[in-house]
């Protein structure tokens, strides 16, 4: 993941890693997406109001009237905001935008590389990543019973009690922090690109 | 429009300050107080872990918090292309660069380490106000004119380069013209309602000063110690504008310091004491100092002082116009012909994408060396970005040839840059070097300091050798270099003797921010912490005079230059007092011819020089000095001397002396009218 696409080979199947960019941006939408959950989370967690308290110590004297899991919604803006990021840099929505079909291999593989170059900027930029697993990909690793099963999925044959033994598919990916440009309140965020007149 | 420093500030004190910070501090994050415009943060959060790092670490704040001794030691680079921040606490502590909040796109501010030194002066339709105004409050909003500066005045600016103000720096070090005037930028309509290169100096300063003030509002920055380098080749008009502009928003407290100096403080502080052993009595260092606009050269000598090692700068090169930028749009260039051959027109527009992707490009072939080439797509202006893209490629060979052996050849020291003489002129523009080659200017520099020409090739020898500026992040160029100067020193000096050792190159300077940082450190030697550089003047300053003799018709009676300035004349210190007397007439103003020498050391004050090598002596701006009438008649004669100091801060201070009475007047700058014509 962490490899520059400008080392590859250049002959080397350009529509695979223009597939790859795809996926590197899917991939990036998904984590702000989780990261944008984990945050709401934190939010309603530090402001429990007291009617909550009451009815939390309700629940414990009567627990059959279960009330059902609050979900937040999440506001739009940082989405908007980074959608904005990656229209400007990466090109993000005219390149999707597109109908890939009709264009060469070579053609689109031109155009994954300005989104490529650009998403990379926008990602490094404004985010922190780090491996969640030190662990290098393909190495056998045990997880003790109580493990943090939000930071690790099990996958394949998942029975018995743990200690639980397997392969380390995929290192995970954590955002340490975000550090998404300031926005004047004024500001219309859905407008993520702005037409542009050359006089 | 840049005054708001210098208002209510003297009326603070310590206490107010910190009885201000207080509720803050038990608040935590609070960003910035009622009057500034508020910029909402989109959420921030994390998860629970990281937010609680957020809360434990100082740089997220957003704010000081330390309400105690609020004393930093500040070092502001005004670079040609970007201005950097870096300070640390007097009492000691890391240094830091500070984040500069600046408008990245309308609506949209972003808090990078660097202040792009570009202005976008927009029309009035451009933009609406809200969308352009940063975290801090902005005094007088009606009257003030918007201005643009930092990265999006970039962008922006390379989309409707009209409107764009760029290398001002580079006018401030350009005699000839009138740097007050405004004059930028330089082919825009009147409309534009053009800016002077003293006022964009003031703009970026009193933009840094403010994003300061939002993150320490309890320590003021005219309150700190405060260092802000120059180019060690800015003649002393240069260094004068930049002290006013700094003076003129406030900050009464700046000195001045050259910046390949600081680039040796940087690395300085990065060894703290450790630079002892890597430096021995008798070390010449050679600081190549290659910026984004300019080349500067120094030399540094160690020396002793009682035990102590000791620095003391001994030369200073020409200014010149010749940078990192240039070898991005020279490869452009080549890769703009490529594709014409192949029967591509490019526009325009396309060429600042192709500079943009060609500097990626060249970074990426320069550090790896197992690439071959690397592609390069210009995107679309459009929204068809499949279909309107240009791609290309930049391969090792072209960055070679265009790069290493364009901008570095290897030349013999006895190599002079190549001077085409200039056409006429017809309008202003800036003196760019008109040799790419580096080597050549280095070549040139070191041999006009060997004066005494005992054996050729004769030139000085550095004995270490420091790399400055974000082009010697390629070892490519870097290694050229340093094999280059290794070339010449390994020549025998006279026959029988042996060549000089290899250069030792000082490692672990930070390219990119070690002249601010420097800058920063040296605000904190200034306070009597570790080793200063001793320089003085690089230069030494000359009056002419007319010689007598019988008119001549069509020949100018030959000039002669009178020293009043030596070499070497340290901070708050004075030239003696020269013999000659100069015939002034009160209430008229009275010019001189002014002219400088970075080569004749030895010159003492009161000597008289009849003629001098080409290239010898500089002509600078003329001086002139009015005296007023209070007293005497007007019309009537009064002898003066014309005595030179230079100022606390670093400036060069001219004055004429009365022999009777000892009053003073003080000596302009001024610009003369006919360079103005002509250049």
Known sequence: ?199 | MFSRFTKGRSSKNDTDNSEKQKPKQASGEELSEAPAATVDETDKSVGDASQREDHDSPVDTGIDTNNEENTYAVGIDLGTTHCVLAYMPLAGGALQTLPIAQIKDPGIVSEPSQLPSFIYLPHEEEFSDSELRLPWAQQDEVSQRKIISGEFARAHGSKSPMRLVSSAKSWLGHSGVNCKEDFLPLDAPDEVGKISPFAVTQQYLSHLAAAWEARFPASPLDQQMLTITVPASFDPLARELTIEAAQSIGLHNAVLLEEPQAALYGWLHKQGENWRQQLQVGNTILVVDVGGGTTDLSLINVTESGAELALERSAVGEHILLGGDNMDLTLAYVIKAKLEKEGKKIENWQLQGLTHGCRHAKESLLLDESLSCVPIVVPSRGSSLMGGSLRTELSREEVLNTLVEGFFPEVDVTAQPVRRRRAALTKKSLPFAQDPGISRHLAAFLSSQQSSPVAAPSFVRPSVLLFNGGVFKSEQLADRMLGNLNNWLSAAPNEGEEGAAELKVLQGADLDHAVASGAAYYSHVRNGNGVKIRGGTARSYYVGIESAMPAVPGFEPPMQAYCIAPYGMEEGSQADLPEEEFGLVVGEQACFRFYSSSLRKEDSVGQLLEDWQEGELEELEDISVNLPAEGKHPGEVVAVHLQAGVSEVGTLKLEAVSPEDGKRWKVEFSVREEALAEA
């Open chain 1, 1 to 199: 993941m962490n490899t520059d696409i400008n080392t590859i080979v250049l002959n080397l199947d350009i529509l695979h890693y223009s597939l790859g960019g795809f996926a590197l941006l899917l991939l990036l939408l998904v984590i702000i997406l989780a990261v944008k959950k984990g945050g709401g989370g934190a939010g309603g967690a530090g402001s429990i109001e007291p009617s909550q308290l009451q009815s939390e110590q309700a629940q414990q004297q009567n627990p059959v009237q279960e009330k059902p899991p609050q979900f937040n919604e999440t506001s739009g803006d940082s989405a908007l905001q980074l959608l904005a990021l990656l229209q400007q840099e990466a090109r993000l929505i005219d390149f999707l935008e597109e109908d890939a079909k009709t264009f060469s291999d070579a053609e689109v593989g031109a155009a994954a590389r300005v989104v490529h170059d650009g998403a990379r900027k926008v990602l490094h930029e404004n985010f922190s990543i780090n491996p969640i697993r030190s662990e290098e990909e393909g190495t056998q690793l045990t997880l003790e019973s109580g493990f943090n099963n939000q930071e690790i999925r099990l996958s394949g044959n998942v029975v018995g009690e743990a200690p639980f033994t397997g392969q380390l598919i995929h290192r995970g990916w954590r955002v340490s922090q975000v550090n998404l440009p300031k926005v004047n309140p004024e500001h219309e965020l859905s407008l993520v690109a702005p037409a542009e007149l050359e006089v």
